[in-house]
């Protein structure tokens, strides 16, 4: 399309070239009568003039100049007239070359595309992804990001598709929306129903009612057409004058003093969320004194008793059990009432906590859980169809070490020098009388095997403690060298040759910088004799 359009533009100026030579033909011939009628004419007769002028004959100058005019007006709009064809061809010829030019990356794409996965194939690789252009790149971008927000949409907060300009309302009357229970027992369950209605001039919609911690929604109820109370669907619309009841519980369990919680309702009423609350002062239905029983530090072969009180608050009579599920090792517990009656109750139990022997060396931390028989008002079956009860816990807590102990854990150097001389302690302590620690061995090897090789790097002397079964290990590092530089982990070895821990692996850590190896000097070049 190109080339025709070359062509045309050349066929507009050769038009343009002939309608000027017919021009200047046409010239010629009038030149050329002009000039006979200016040769000198033999003399004839004079004729008398008459009265009237004729009128006077156009000249062959005249004639000339009308068809040189006729003939430049033609070939002017012959000339624009080719001119115009020849820009619709050139822009129709360079529409063709950009199609084919496209067409071409295309094709070479396909090929690249086609070879290059071919070739993957053969050396069982995956193919490779289809090459994409900017646009394409942007456009699947952009599908990904409408993909994304449509998908966030029904997880977007329910108050933000309130219409503003909604006429639906909600409403209740004034005060009802929050509930104070007063003093209660802790363990109770506190109950109420909340009624509302829908009001305003366009139907309510509720579209969630979530509690807070501490309390729960049953069913939502609702006026039917036909004024029945039947369970409500979120999302279905309420017409104006349709009542509304919302049953909440409040659970007091495991609370003392001021407890509350609350009800969000998001609805389509443009005056926000409504937010129903329930309130109770919680007293304990029991005392304990002391809270808890911390052993503190115990071995594997200790035995050790202590106890605690249990009392009602208010004086009443109950049977107290104490679970004793998964019970730990060597923990052993009893309870008593101290004022029983005839019926087995009483207001105040004594529980009485032995520990060891024979606890699992580690941290010991044990909720007891202590029953009555006394239902809770306003309780619901539990799934083993028995009535929830008044309860308290209490915590046993010890530290058990084994025969042997040690502090602390580990020795950690921490960040040093290379060459920087530093020194940590750890303390041995035996826990059995029996056992005496006066022959301790010491060793520095690696984490995993014997050898370590900055083990020649370390000291360590073993001095005892006056007046105590334990004894004092002072490990010094005397020294790394320049070309460390990084993390290093050995271990200290302790032999004690106790039956029950012959021997004791205490991790060393720490992290060298600002070494490196010092470069060799290159000799110098021998000097070239001039």
Known sequence: MLLNALSQGVVARRLFATCA?????????GCSDAGKSTTTQPATTTQPATSATAPAAPTAGAKVGAEVAKTADAAKAGVEQAAAATKAAAEKGAAAVQDGAKTVAASTQAALKASTDAAATQVGQAPTPELKTPEQV?????KALDAKAAAAKGSVDPTMDTDPNSKARITYEFGSDTINFGKVMQGDVLNHKFAMQSSGEEDLIIKQAKPTCGCTVAQIMAQDGEGQMVPYQYGKPLPPGRKIEIQATLHTQNKRGHAGSKINMFTNDPRGQT??????DVDPFFTINPPSINFQNLSQKDTATDKLTVATAKGQRVKLSAVKDNMPQGLKLDLKALDEDAEGKATRWELVATAGPGLVE????YSVQMKSDMSIPGGEKMPNGTMPTYEVSATIM???????????QFV????IRPGQTMARTVRLTSHDNEFKLNSTEVSIQGRDTLEWEFAKNFTAVV?????ENAVDIEVTLNGLPDTLSGSFSGMLVVKIGHPDKPEIKIPITGVCRGGAATPVATPAAPATPK
Not at 398 to 408: C, E, L, Q
Not at 412 to 415: A, D, E, I, T, V
């Open 463 to 467: 001095r005892p403690v006056a007046n």
């Open 275 to 280: 937010i129903l609350s329930l309130e109770a």
């Open 21 to 29: 030579l017919v021009a200047l033909a046409a010239l010629l011939p």
């Open 412 to 415: 950690s150097l921490g960040l």
């Open 362 to 365: 580690g941290s010991l931390a």
């Open 398 to 408: 010890a530290r058990v070490t084994g025969a042997i102990s040690f502090n602390p």
């Open 138 to 142: 942007k456009l699947e971008t952009q």
